[in-house]
């Protein structure tokens, strides 16, 4: 069984920067496709980021394509989501996720994943 904790959260001005890290546990994920998703109050958990295995390809969501970078390293069983320019409507708890197949594909769905992390609040004031 693998645990993910992210951290990295908090609070942020409007265009300012965040980087979210996830370390995972009781299991290498080196193999697996690992994704960030994000949920708003009153809404529902959204495809945010996602990398393949092998870490050669990304997928973004068109909210946040130019402006956030998600990254792997292997080595130490963690994901990384550099977020720049950050609006007020990037205000969610995010959450790092990863597939339990190995050698996956960086998909949007969140079905597609099978191991969840506890999320890390991510505030962004004007």
């Known amino acids: 069984q693998v645990q993910l904790v992210e951290s990295g959260g908090g609070l942020v001005q409007a265009g300012g920067s965040l980087r979210l890290s996830c370390t995972a546990t009781?299991?290498?994920?080196?193999?697996?496709?690992l994704g960030w998703f994000r949920q708003a109050p009153g809404k529902e958990r959204e495809f945010v980021a996602a990398i393949n295995w092998s870490g050669a390809f990304t997928r973004y969501a068109d909210a946040v394509q130019g402006r956030f970078t998600i990254s792997r390293n292997n080595p130490r069983n963690a994901v990384y989501l550099q977020m720049n320019s950050l609006r007020r409507e990037d205000t969610a708890i995010y959450y790092c996720?990863?597939?339990?197949?190995?050698?996956?594909?960086?998909?949007?769905?969140?079905?597609?994943?099978?191991?969840w992390g506890q999320g890390t609040q991510v505030t962004v004031s004007s």
């Open positions: 996720a990863t597939r339990g197949a190995a050698y996956s594909d960086a998909a949007r769905e969140r079905n597609e994943y099978d191991y």
């Open positions: 009781g299991r290498i994920i080196g193999f697996n496709a």
